[in-house]
């Protein structure tokens, strides 16, 4: 009984907004990684702008809606921080300047000289009122069971997906454009690329600003969601636990990123859920609550390894096909 | 707050302080605490604000220090906690003695009543030359960043020679780096004891150990089966996130001291006045590197190492056996960051995640001094190392890594191969 | 044919062509102490297949890198069909009608064969991002783009292959698909970098002949390669390499007996003919 509970929250979790959120940033580093195959490592940056683009809009006195098209203007700076010093280099370097600007972003922001700014490592909190006001569902609980939401949650789930699939759909729009071409023959040989007579460098950027913007509005919904925003959210961690739901579900596909997010949380609620009972019940005495946090980031880290060796093109991608293979 | 700031951690040199007469912890029934006694020259300081908050950033409690100077703050739960002295709120003419410690980071063990102890100075206060400007704090700044950038350099280093043989950024190399210091912990502090440096040497041993167990059981097979560089690097972030939370579990959350290296008494050098630990660290690791520099240059080892990094097909076609090499290398990156994790222990405190925090700082120092050249990453480091550290005189300690990062970029854009590197080539 | 033209031209270093369709001045490019390619004077005729020589490491490589852009000289100028190109970026050069293929082919692998066509049309309105969403707006440049790609695929004999991915081809149909591929650029001249290494004897005929037809069509080829077979048996002029210099030009046959260029040769260990298979080099590329 108490292991079908488990199981009807990690289902729970696997579809609601925080799989949405990470979809729909997955698409957006799908579109960078699996397709251009940019190496970003600063997903979770973009996520940052979206979420205090929004946040400081409303607390400067703007709307929301407004908030989030500050979000994805921010994101689209980020976006040049990162593209302007690197994308004219070896993959790699693009790795270590997005992760180094993105963690200093964050750095930033919790900083105590910007405090006057940002709210420091306080951040902000209640500023979605307007979107949960829009909300058209009439109040009460949707579902059966553990399986249910209430009529906020789901007004947002909604949201997020219907976003998700929009964004989904953008990208399979583009990768059957010769746009789209371009950008997927630079994954394969960017100087093979250039000598056709293509400006490489503009295609990165636009792929990597693309795919920002859409990590920026991934950032708002998070926002919204849990109607707080502190720097502290927005840990490297998380850029490493969406390339492991973008790679989980199939990169260079256009459904993987969804597949691998609801995948994704599925398994990680699932098994700390299992962790939990375990250790409530005394089976398993070994382990505190507190480890299962630490628990969970080794499962995203060994996740994001055996896939690379042992099933490259993840659950949606073609075995041909599979992005990290080489032959 | 100063937690979270890879640059700051890195440079404080005693961030943790650490009380000379630890108070006896009080009956435990009273719950824990940190509290202590503002004074300056015997003078109580009172009306100073003082702030505690969680590592993470979230705010616990706010105080303000007594007539007395004294002040306490209850905490319903042990753990790690930022003690923030508000400067701002010194009475006029009094002000820290050193402004990068008005931020300390305390471990509060149960029922614990943890003293902390904030050293203020006269504002017209050490300042002996005659425009104001305060050359001892440069002179031993300077120390401090030597300090910090032959640590930094010892880790870019391995950095560097493993991706100047297998064209791989090892972005767990701050995870070797932090096993290295682990490792030398579980012998001196943990399960052992050992005196530091016999427990230093073991530490390394398991570092090398570790390094050769990465290459033959990971990186090599994935290299036989032709696996991309892109592959490669995502599965060294995969090795970073599963270490790092590993160490996490076993080792625990909190920061822990090596034995005996907790408190010492500076020594006077003529216009320097250095610690024997930072001497100590700073000779080590500039030994380190020489015997490296040794190693690549006058030994067959090294011939093979540079010939094998500077073209693999040529050295392959010469006779070398490449993948000897590159198991060599890998070991010898692994010793070094595992070098750099002990001597970033004895400068800080050994903590699980000391390594990715260095990380960034180990990328600055990497580009800046040329990526896949053995000696750019220490002309780097150093250069970081002491820019860092004194540009402290001027911009608050927050912003350290900034001009890392700067660094970072300013070097990509103009000399993207880094001061000693060259450029790539095509086709 | 053009072998007419070259008739009357000298057989020495840097010697001026009736029509030259690129000439380049004084390029030198260094690599630390190591002069890779320094290059006093030298043209390549309109409308001829004319062929680069050299010994290992002569520079033949870095010479193209230069003049394509994927490589900057410490010094020199070039023109292009009287287009200054030097400081122009890599993907600048094929709009002036110059393209290259590269020594170690590159393929995009997981590209279908026609996708890798279509990729190097030129003027493809689709390939804007603002436009990519509106098919109508590209389906005209696109379904032009088409039919030119499969007129080269018929004439490189890869038709069958449309639809495959890049990456199941064998060596010899990738160096085709690269040089059609080259082609859909509508070039005036193109460089190839030993297009022969790595093809077998068989192919490599039909290779030559499609190099053969390239310039009775009007193109220029200029190419480097290994092989002497086929450097004497296409090439209407010859150009040899040493150590970063242009040590001898001329027809095949005299090129071929400068005792300048035996002496390159033997200096360097190497032989007429080396056999030249080096397609394992992965790492050398980003
Ligand atoms: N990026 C580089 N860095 C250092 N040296 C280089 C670089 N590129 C080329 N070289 C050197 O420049 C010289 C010329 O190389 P290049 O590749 O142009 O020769 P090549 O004539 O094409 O030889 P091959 O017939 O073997 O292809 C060689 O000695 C080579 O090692
Ligand atoms: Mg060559």
Not at chain 2, 97 to 109: F, H, I, M, Q
Not at chain 3, 202 to 230: A, P
Not at chain 3, 244 to 269: M, T
Request: glycine letters at 12%; aromatic letters at 8%; a negative charge.
């Amino acid at each position: 009984m108490d292991v079908l509970n488990v199981f009807l929250d990690a289902i729970r979790v696997a579809i609601g907004p925080q799989a949405a959120v990470f979809a729909l940033a997955g698409v957006g580093l799908n579109l960078q990684f699996g397709y251009a195959g940019l190496l970003n490592f600063g997903q979770v940056a973009f996520m940052l702008a979206g979420a205090y683009g929004a946040s400081m809009t409303v607390d400067a006195g703007g709307p929301l809606w407004l908030g989030i098209l500050v979000g994805m203007a921010a994101a689209l700076v980020v976006a040049m921080l990162f593209g302007l010093p690197a994308l004219r280099l070896r993959a790699d370097y693009l790795a270590i300047v997005t992760i180094s600007v993105g963690e200093i972003i964050r750095l930033l922001v919790r900083s105590s000289t910007l405090e006057p700014v940002t709210n420091g490592v306080f951040g902000y909190r209640d500023f979605a009122a307007w979107f949960y006001a829009i909300n058209p569902i009439p109040a009460g609980r949707y579902g059966v069971g553990n399986l249910a939401f209430p009529a906020r949650t789901l007004w947002l789930i909604v949201v997020a997906w219907t976003l998700v699939l929009l964004a989904s759909l953008l990208v399979l729009g583009l990768m059957r454009s010769p746009w789209g071409r371009v950008v997927r023959g630079i994954r394969e040989d960017e100087d093979a690329v250039r000598s056709l007579g293509k400006n490489v460098f503009m295609y990165k950027l636009q792929a990597l600003a693309l795919g920002g913007l859409m990590g920026a509005l991934a950032g708002s919904l998070r926002a919204i969601d849990s109607q707080a925003v502190r720097p502290d959210f927005f840990l490297t961690i998380t850029t490493f636990m969406i390339y492991a739901a973008v790679i989980l579900g199939g990169a260079g596909t256009i459904i993987g990123p969804t597949i691998g997010a609801m995948a994704l949380w599925f398994v990680i609620s699932f098994s700390e859920g299992l962790l939990r009972l375990g250790i409530e019940s005394g089976v398993i005495e070994f382990l505190d609550p507190e480890d299962v946090a630490a628990i969970r980031f080794m499962i995203v880290g060994l996740a994001l390894i055996l896939l690379v060796v042992f099933r490259p093109q993840g659950l949606a991608g073609k075995p041909e096909a599979g992005l990290l293979d080489e032959h | 707050m100063l937690l979270g700031v890879a640059g700051s951690v890195l440079c404080a040199s005693t961030l943790w302080t650490v009380p000379a007469t630890p108070q006896e912890p009080a009956p435990s029934d009273s719950g824990q605490g940190v509290s202590g006694v503002l004074r300056l020259d015997e003078e109580p300081v009172d009306g100073a604000r003082i702030e505690v908050e969680t590592p993470e950033g979230n705010p616990v409690d706010t105080t303000t220090s007594a007539g007395d100077g004294a002040w306490s703050v209850p905490l319903v739960t042990p753990g790690a906690y930022v003690v923030r002295l508000d400067e701002a709120t010194l009475p006029d003419g009094v002000v820290l003695a050193d402004s990068t410690k008005g931020s300390l980071t305390v471990e509060v063990r149960p029922g614990q009543d943890r003293v902390i102890i904030f050293q203020l100075a006269d504002e017209s206060g050490p300042t002996t030359s005659e425009e104001g400007f305060d050359w001892r704090r440069l002179v031993s700044l300077s120390v401090d960043g030597v300090r910090l950038g032959i640590v930094l350099g010892v880790m870019a280093m391995g950095l560097s020679l493993i991706f100047g043989v297998t064209r791989l950024i090892n972005f767990a190399h701050g995870e070797l780096v932090t096993f290295g210091a682990i490792a030398a912990w579980v012998f001196n502090a943990g399960a052992f004891r050992f005196p530091l440096f016999l427990a230093g040497i073991v530490g390394l041993l398991l570092s090398a150990a570790l390094g050769w167990g990465l290459e033959r059981g990971l990186f090599r097979p994935l290299r036989r089966r032709r696996t991309s560089t892109v592959a490669l690097i995502v599965v060294t972030i995969g090795l970073s996130e599963f270490l790092r939370s590993f160490y996490q579990l076993t080792f625990g959350p909190l920061p822990e001291p090596y034995r005996d290296y907790a408190l010492q008494r500076e020594i006077d050098l003529g216009p320097l006045t250095v610690t024997p630990k930072s001497l100590g660290i700073i000779c080590i690791g500039a030994v380190a590197i020489v015997l490296v520099a040794f190693l690549l240059q006058r030994t067959r080892l090294g011939t093979a190492m540079r010939a094998v990094a500077d073209n693999k097909d040529l050295a392959a076609s010469s006779g070398i056996d490449v993948q000897r090499v590159i198991l060599h290398v890998w070991i010898l990156g692994a010793v070094l960051a595992g070098l750099g994790g002990i001597l970033l222990g004895v400068t800080q405190k050994v903590e699980f995640d000391m390594g990715f925090k260095a990380l960034l700082l180990i990328f600055a120092a990497v580009v800046v001094g040329g990526l896949g050249t053995a000696y750019g990453p220490v002309l780097g480091a150093l250069l970081l190392g002491v820019v860092i550290q004194v540009s402290t005189i001027w911009f608050d300690t927050e912003f350290k890594f900034v001009f890392a990062l700067l660094a970072l970029i300013l070097m990509l854009v103009f000399r993207p191969q880094g001061i000693l590197g060259r450029r790539e080539r095509v086709g | 044919m053009s072998t007419d033209v070259l008739a009357a031209v000298a057989a020495e270093p840097g010697v001026p062509k009736p029509n030259p369709i690129l000439v380049v001045d004084d390029v030198r490019r260094t690599f630390g102490g190591l002069v890779a390619v320094d290059v006093r004077h030298l043209e390549v005729e309109r409308g001829t297949i004319t062929s680069l020589i050299g010994p290992n490491g002569a520079g033949k490589t870095t010479l193209f890198n230069c003049l394509t852009g994927f490589d900057r000289p410490q010094a020199g100028y070039w023109a292009f069909d009287g287009h200054r190109l030097e400081g122009r970026f890599a993907y600048q050069i094929p709009r002036y009608g110059l393209v290259r293929t590269f020594q170690l082919t590159k393929a995009l692998d997981r590209l279908t064969v026609m996708e890798n066509m279509l990729l190097a049309s030129r003027g493809n309105r689709g390939e804007r991002l603002l436009g990519a969403l509106l098919r109508p707006s590209w389906r005209h440049t696109e379904d032009a783009a088409r039919q030119r790609a499969e007129r080269l695929l018929e004439t490189f004999e890869l038709t069958r292959m449309g639809h495959d991915l890049a990456g199941t081809l064998s060596g010899g149909q990738r160096k085709l698909l690269e040089m059609a591929r080259a082609l859909m650029t509508e070039p005036a001249a193109i460089l190839l970098d030993e297009p022969m290494a790595g093809v077998n004897p068989r192919l490599r005929q039909t290779l030559c002949e499609h190099i053969e037809g390239l310039r009775d069509g009007g193109l220029t080829v200029f190419l480097i390669e290994h092989d002497m077979d086929v450097v004497m048996g296409i090439s209407d002029w010859v150009v040899c390499m040493a150590e970063g210099n242009v040590i001898s030009e001329g027809p095949p046959a005299v090129v071929r007996a400068d005792p300048a260029v035996v002496d390159a040769y033997l200096g360097s260990h190497d032989g007429l003919a080396p056999v030249d298979e080096r397609e394992s080099h992965e790492d050398e590329t980003s």
